[in-house]
């Protein structure tokens, strides 16, 4: 009788807890402005969905469904959201053959994706949570949640209120939430942002862009870790080709292009595109990666591009149109490899021309000089000269001219931006910017 009393307690409890804590996590969540319950909203109101996008953001700012589907003639849908690390657009993929009867399924691989740690090393869940609680089928989403991390995680995956979950106490943010609530905009599924646009079918368009030739960085990237890419994400892909096989899918494997001063600054991307070239072929697969096109597939300027690695609005039309242009034929050519794209990213940057792609702004760690790097294919970066301003307010005062030291002093006990000129022989290459603060 006492273990039924207290199993009776224990079952109340849980009660309780999950009858407060559901309601309170739906108050405290921070997603009246999230992309991502937009996207899977429209995501599950669809007629059918025939062609599917699946990757990480680099997939949600990338081609325009809407147009896509006009120009395929077929339902073309995108699921990206931010970081969604393999294993979530396996269990996604999952809930889409569900539901839908879906004929191609591209497969975006991005280098930050595929490197990633394994899934029992991972210790940040927001990106598996945006994606568990957007999962509907709850086998799909309870085995998901299982095997995204190690099992010390398991009772925050699975309880409403926990770390990682998008919660918020920000005063301002409740009280947008509880308007948008009570206004019935939430309900809407619309979304508001000063510099997003959701386009629908997953399309997000960023009206910020980089004007041409001012990509910098105040941090040295670090290289692709070729050697780090993990038995999870090669056993995951496996699940991925076995599940479109099984259903009379085409799955295609391709990389969305990243501006190529992000891609020099790696140093070896190189290593990374002959991983997947062989990877995918071992399986059967060509891969498409659009980083080595040829000029008359595609043509980027910085300025298509809202970072370094995500497209601009005006990116995602181009890209649109060469995404659909060459997966409506060209890619089932026998010499499309050969045709369209360089053998390698090395040979791509040898058949440009010389340039400058950015600049690395760094100040040195005492705050007293700056060091300038560029990112370059120039063999002689002698030839390369800048002239060098600090901005503090409306103050714009000179630190050199015509300089081949990539090495400056900073004017002490100032702070505001670092302007760097760098020219090619002479000839304008860069006009770019980065935030300082000296001693």
Request: glycine fraction near 6%.
């Amino acid at each position: 009788m006492k273990k039924l009393c207290l199993l009776i307690k224990i079952f109340l409890f849980v009660l309780v807890f999950f009858l407060i804590s559901l309601p309170l996590s739906f108050i405290l969540k921070d997603d009246a402005k999230s992309y991502a319950r937009i996207l899977f909203h429209e995501f599950y109101n669809q007629d059918n969905i025939e062609y599917l996008l699946c990757g990480a953001s680099h997939v949600s700012h990338g081609v325009d469904g809407q147009r896509a589907s006009e120009i395929f003639g077929k339902n073309v849908f995108s699921t990206g959201t931010s970081q969604q690390q393999i294993d979530g657009t396996y269990a996604v993929l999952r809930q889409a053959v569900k539901l839908y009867k879906i004929e191609k399924v591209f497969l975006e691989l991005d280098f930050a994706i595929t490197c990633a740690p394994a899934f029992s090393q991972r210790k940040g869940f927001s990106a598996e949570y945006i994606v568990s609680d957007n999962l509907r089928d709850f086998r799909i989403k309870s085995q998901y949640l299982l095997e995204c991390s190690s099992p010390k995680y398991y009772l925050n995956a699975f309880l409403p209120i926990g770390k990682d979950k998008m919660l918020t106490l920000n005063p301002k943010k409740l009280a947008y939430k509880m308007k948008s609530i009570f206004s019935g905009d939430y309900f809407k599924y619309t979304y508001t942002d000063e510099k997003l646009e959701y386009a629908g079918k997953g399309c997000v368009m960023d009206s910020d862009f980089i004007p041409d030739g001012s990509f910098s960085d105040n941090k040295f990237e670090s290289a692709i870790n070729v050697s780090g890419i993990t038995d999870d994400w090669k056993n995951t892909v496996d699940k991925i080709i076995t599940l479109c096989r099984e259903n009379g899918i085409e799955l295609i494997f391709y990389s969305m292009p990243g501006s190529d001063f992000y891609l020099n600054q790696k140093g070896n991307y190189d290593e990374y595109y002959s991983f997947c070239r062989d990877f995918t072929a071992q399986h059967g697969f060509a891969y498409y990666d659009f980083n080595l096109a040829k000029p008359e597939v595609l043509s980027l300027k910085d300025s298509d591009f809202c970072d370094d690695n995500h497209l601009s609005k005006n990116g995602v039309y181009k890209w649109t149109d060469t995404f659909c242009d060459f997966f409506s034929e060209k890619y089932k050519e026998e010499d499309t490899l050969e045709k369209y794209f360089y053998a390698s990213y090395d040979e791509k940057m040898k058949s440009i021309g010389e340039r400058i792609f950015g600049l690395y702004m760094i100040t040195s760690d005492d705050k007293k000089t700056l060091e300038i790097t560029p990112v370059t294919n120039l063999s002689d970066t002698k030839r390369i000269t800048y002239d060098v301003y600090a901005i503090t307010g409306s103050e714009e005062m000179l630190l050199a001219k015509d300089s081949i030291n990539n090495t400056v002093a900073l004017p002490a006990g100032k702070s505001g931006k670092i302007r760097v000129v760098s020219y090619i022989d002479g000839v304008q290459e860069n006009d770019c910017r980065e935030n300082f603060a000296s001693f």
